[in-house]
């Protein structure tokens, strides 16, 4: 053998018969043997050679081992592009993540497969800043990407001009006329980012489609609000012959959720059962959220039951099915039995069994937020974000405080629940001040940001700063005033006193006004003292709401005093015949786990005589006022 190694002539020969060997190990998929191969190349001296290097690291790769693959990478005395690229990537699939950084850094050359390596794995590392980082990095150098460098790009882009303009440069590198998987690429971003348009745009210029390329436009369809355009490709996918699959199946049922189009998703269920989809839990859990939007919650319960197999999506459905429809107990029941199956708990489990915690259940959503930090997901977004919507509701804004400050990047969510928390606990200049906070981040408020401050600005009278903020909505957010963002400018304006602008923006506004603006409407004319206009703001109070008393009163009032005697004898009869409405609220107190409610007039619980009698006798004075006699009326 020594003397065969010798021979130069010998060489190729050589290389093809350790070759043969290695490709033995590998069809064997024996780390061992594979061993014994390489002991060999150390013995005859191969084990430098670039390309058996290279496949003895390949083999190791397939093993995980971190010491084989660093001792023979550096056995390898002239290391090519190649041999450093397979060592990155068996050190990233090894998880030695600082180590394939730092042999990152160290490369001589990098090619688009080491960058290609690197985004890939900070992607997957969650650490997208760093992948488009990357992606500009290797531009710049000059490095052209290839199409699987823009498939993982793609994945990243949120933003409609970045992502028209990746788009240009895969037209420019000629990559997408024929490639199907950067084609799909392309529709699925398109698709997140909300233009319909151009995702179908890609999906008609494509020269071949798959069932991908389908689920894709459908997907993306039915994310950007398009559902009835969904359904219709999803009858065009099946007349031109192809067969759906289960990711087809749960987007439809959901853009069937989205239309309220229980018909449609039925027909959709007898195809599930007919093509065994039933047993994937996406379509099951999707069918079960279909029947619970749509009225039929018994639906969703007996489709649950009569599953075979349950996993964390199947109980997150049924989990949120129960909390929407306000039956927290079942919901809370079916989170213990999924604890005592030992089915995994995720982030969604735990958001949906905090928003099932209502009242003054103070208790059960501390035991819900001390499992989250025992899971691990004290730091998770969504999880977060519903313990900070629970602690403001239930009145413990310090706590809800205390974990938004400590989330590492609160998201749109986050800051919109924290603003609203501050604004229901009466902390109206912090409300204001986090939006402020939210703005300087460089975040975009939606609507509910909106809301949410321009609320905080009504309930304390910061008449300028909330129209500040309304002016900026339309052209400097880009939005369209929803009616709440109406209603609160109203109020703040009658607040100010500018009846005659509030009348004004009400009038053109361009939704139907409601019973709320023309009652703030009506009190500040009443303010302002302008009795014409406060009669014909309660007539049209009276119009939409016929048995609120208010505009009954006032118009009552304005006749009085205008002498319109008559006027204001019909509408007091007019009042009297009418049955009024009157809401009656209620408060809520626990005691030893048990919740106690009471209404204006009535103590609801049984032992109600009992505490008015306590009462009585801890407001019975020295004088004798309170007698036994009286005590015993009750």
């Not at 609203?420 to 939606?446: C, K, W, Y």
């Amino acid at each position: 053998m020594y003397t065969l190694v010798k021979k130069l002539h010998d060489i190729p020969r050589i290389l093809t018969f350790y070759s043969h060997l290695l490709d033995h190990c590998l069809s064997s998929k024996s780390l061992n043997l594979t061993k014994v191969v390489h002991g060999q190349l150390i013995k005859v001296g191969f084990n430098g050679h670039t390309f058996l290097g290279n496949r003895c690291l390949q083999f190791y790769i397939r093993f995980q081992s971190t010491d084989d693959i660093l001792k023979a990478f550096g056995d390898i005395q002239r290391k090519n592009c190649i041999s450093w690229n397979i060592c990155l990537k068996g050190l990233l699939n090894c998880g030695q993540n600082e180590m394939a950084h730092s042999l990152f850094q160290k490369m001589p050359e990098r090619d688009v497969v080491s960058w290609n390596s690197m985004i890939s794995w900070y992607v997957c590392s969650g650490r997208s800043d760093l992948a488009r980082e990357g992606f500009q990095e290797m531009l710049y150098i000059g490095v052209k990407p290839s199409s699987y460098t823009y498939s993982i790009i793609t994945s990243l882009v949120f933003d409609a001009l970045l992502g028209k303009e990746l788009h240009g440069r895969i037209i420019t590198s000629g990559l997408i006329r024929s490639n199907v998987v950067l084609g799909n690429s392309l529709i699925d971003m398109y698709g997140k980012i909300g233009l319909i348009d151009y995702a179908v745009r890609v999906f008609m210029s494509m020269e071949y489609l798959d069932l991908i390329s389908w689920n894709s436009l459908i997907t993306g369809c039915c994310r950007a609000g398009f559902s009835e355009l969904a359904l219709s490709k999803f009858s065009s996918m099946r007349s031109l012959g192809y067969s759906p699959d289960q990711f087809t199946c749960s987007a439809v049922i959901t853009c069937c959720t989205n239309l309220q189009n229980l018909k449609t998703g039925r027909q959709l269920f007898a195809l599930c059962i007919k093509a065994g989809f039933l047993s994937n839990s996406i379509v099951s859990s999707a069918l079960i959220d279909l029947f619970s939007k749509s009225n039929r919650l018994d639906h969703s319960v007996q489709l649950f039951t009569e599953l075979d197999r349950f996993d964390s999506a199947i109980y997150n459905s049924m989990i949120s099915s129960y909390v929407s429809h306000g039956i927290s107990e079942s919901a809370i029941e079916l989170f213990v039995l999924m604890r005592r199956e030992d089915v995994r708990l995720t982030e969604f489990t735990l958001s949906s069994i905090v928003a099932s915690i209502t009242g003054i259940q103070v208790e059960q959503g501390t035991q819900i937020h001390t499992l989250a930090i025992k899971l691990g997901f004290e730091m998770d977004l969504i999880v977060c974000s519903s313990l900070v919507h629970m602690y403001a509701t239930l009145g413990f804004i310090d706590y809800a405080m205390r974990i938004f400050t400590h989330m590492v990047q609160p998201d749109l969510i986050a800051w919109n629940t924290m603003i609203m928390g501050l604004t229901l606990n009466g902390r109206l200049v912090e409300a204001i001040n986090s939006f402020q906070e939210l703005h300087n981040r460089g975040l975009i408020p939606d609507h509910m940001s909106l809301t949410a401050v321009l609320r905080a600005c009504s309930y304390g009278g910061f008449v300028d700063e909330g129209v500040a903020i309304f002016s900026k909505i339309d052209e400097y957010y880009g939005l369209v005033p929803c009616y709440e963002h109406y209603v609160f400018l109203v109020d703040l304006l009658c607040q100010n006193g500018n009846v005659y602008e509030a009348m004004e923006v009400t009038e053109k506004m361009p939704y139907e006004p409601k019973s709320t603006i023309w009652e703030s409407l009506l009190h500040a004319c009443i303010a302002h003292g302008d009795l014409r206009l406060a009669e014909k703001v309660s007539k049209r109070l009276v119009e939409l709401e016929p048995y609120l008393s208010l505009p009954y009163v006032i118009l009552g009032r304005i006749y009085e005093m205008t002498g319109r005697w008559e006027d204001a004898v019909r509408v007091r009869e007019a009042m009297k015949r009418i049955v009024v409405k009157k809401v009656v609220g209620y408060s809520s107190i626990m005691i030893k786990s048990h919740v106690h409610s009471f209404t204006e007039d009535q103590l609801q619980q049984n032992a109600g005589r009992d505490v008015y009698l306590i009462l009585r006798l801890l407001t019975w004075d020295d004088s004798g006022t309170s007698t036994v006699e009286e005590l015993n009326e009750f």
